[in-house]
C-alpha cells in the first residue's frame, strides 16, 4: 500500500534563512513525487514533482526538493525563506503502475517570521 | 489554457438537508476527475474519482455519492447531510500518467 509521512506539523524558520519541510513514503513500484502548497481557504498549488532523472527537482517560487531513493524520502528545500512562503503544504505520491491515486502526506505548516 | 470552477465557495446547510456541489473543468479533455475533504485545514481525504463520463470509484463508504454526467463536470452529492460532513471540499483533475493535479479554488460547508 501506498503511504506518505511528513513528520513535522510544523516548521518555524526565520526568513532569510534556509528551509527544509520533510517527506518519506512508501510504495510498490518507482513513485512518482509531488509537492502542493495550500494557502488559507484556497485550493492546492502544484510546486514541483519528481516522476524521474535527475534527483535534484527545481520548481516554483524557488523550492526544490531532493529524491533520495535509499532513504525514500523527498524532503522540500528553499536556500533562503521568505514571510511570504508561510503556509500549509503537503508532498505526495503516486506509483508507476498505472494507479489513478495520489496519496497526500497530513501536511506541514510552515511558518517564516520576519 | 486550463481552468477549473466549483461552486458555492462557501455553504451552510442544516443536518439533514440535502446537498450538491459542482466541479467544472475548461481546456482539457478527458481528464481523471477528483473529490477531496479536508478536515480543520490538514490532510486530504480522498472521496470518488472518475475515469470517465459515468464511472465512479468511492474511496469511503458514507452518506456522499458522486457523478459525472459529462467529461468535464463532477457533482458530489448527499441526500441527508451529517454534521461529520462538515469540510472543505476540493475538486482536482488530472491528464496523463505523469502530471500533477490541478485543484479548484474549493467548497467550505457547514453543516449545523
Not at chain 1, 2 to 31: F, M, R
Amino acid at each position: 500500500a501506498q503511504s506518505v509521512a511528513q513528520p513535522e506539523d510544523q516548521v518555524n524558520v526565520a526568513e532569510g534563512n534556509p528551509l527544509t519541510v520533510k517527506c518519506t513514503y512508501s510504495v510498490s513500484g518507482n513513485p512518482y513525487l509531488f509537492w502542493y502548497v495550500q494557502y488559507p481557504n484556497r485550493g492546492l498549488q502544484f510546486l514541483l514533482k519528481y516522476i524521474t532523472g535527475d534527483n535534484l527537482v527545481k520548481g516554483s517560487y524557488g523550492f526544490e526538493a531532493e529524491f533520495n531513493k535509499s532513504q525514500t524520502s523527498f524532503h522540500l528545500k528553499k536556500p533562503s525563506a521568505l514571510v511570504s512562503d508561510s503556509a500549509l503544504y503537503f508532498c505526495a505520491v503516486r506509483a508507476n503502475t498505472g494507479g489513478f491515486k495520489t496519496i497526500f502526506g497530513a501536511g506541514t505548516r510552515l511558518f517564516v517570521k520576519a | 489554457s486550463q481552468t477549473i470552477h466549483q461552486w458555492p465557495a462557501t455553504l451552510v446547510q442544516p443536518v439533514g438537508s440535502p446537498l450538491s456541489l459542482e466541479c467544472t473543468v475548461e481546456g482539457t479533455s478527458n481528464p481523471n476527475l477528483y473529490w477531496y475533504r479536508q478536515a480543520a485545514g490538514r490532510g486530504l481525504q480522498l472521496l470518488f474519482y472518475s475515469v470517465g463520463i459515468g464511472q465512479i470509484s468511492s474511496e469511503v463508504p458514507q452518506n456522499l455519492s458522486a457523478s459525472r454526467p459529462q467529461d468535464r463536470q463532477f457533482i458530489l452529492s448527499s441526500k441527508k447531510l451529517l454534521l461529520s460532513d462538515s469540510g472543505f471540499y476540493l475538486c482536482a483533475w488530472r491528464t496523463g500518467p505523469y502530471n500533477e493535479q490541478f485543484f479548484g479554488p474549493g467548497t467550505r460547508l457547514t453543516v449545523l
